[in-house]
């Protein structure tokens, strides 16, 4: 599974790229706007940090505009990824951008039919949004499921980018399910490798090895 990080903090980034956890980067424009950062200039300054695909959004909603907004977005760097919501006209510029070799990523999928769409369409990524149907007390990962499902019933090659992950439960209940990336706030893929267990282990490790005297350095 692939762990894409959901944020423009660089820092965060870096720190989690330099471990090997970074197969890829998304933002959308509430991201960006939380960075406070120039958004190409960001969308820049994370395409030269990691090889993966960087998902930047446009912000048009009238297809003729994304198309425009994407061809801008793709020229920044060529592992940019251009995200585009989930309505016809988003549909339509992922079509035409699609069809041109840029990679695409429709976002704000709530529904198994608009992920049905999305792979129709063309796009290289689907992201369902898991935390947002699970605040409406519905059921993300179900889905999840159920866009795997599809697609495999029909051979897509349309990735799963499984997003609006909150918590590590989410990350492991996407591995089993069979989603080909996650797309996370850095803080939770951080906390994947916490465990009292592991802390304790440590602690009882580092205690006995004090009592013989030695060193290794
Ligand atoms: O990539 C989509 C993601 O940023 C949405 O997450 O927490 O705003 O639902 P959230």
Known sequence: MKFFVDSADLEQIAYLNDIGLVDGVTTNPSIIAKSGRDFIEVIKEICAMVEGPVSAEVTATDADEM?????????VADNVCVKLPLTMDGLKACKVLSSEGTKTNVTLCFSANQALLAAKAGASFISPFIGRLDDQGLD?????EEIRT???NY?????????????VGHIKDCA????????SPPDVIAKLSQHVLTDKGLAAFLKDWEKTGQSIL
């Open 140 to 144: 993300g990962m179900e889905l999840i």
């Open 176 to 183: 089993l399910v069979g989603a080909d990336v996650i797309t």
């Open 67 to 75: 198309i425009k907004e994407g061809r801008i977005l793709r020229a």
């Open 155 to 167: 051979g897509f090659e349309t990735e799963i980018l499984a997003a609006s992950i909150r918590n």
């Open 150 to 152: 599809i697609y495999d």
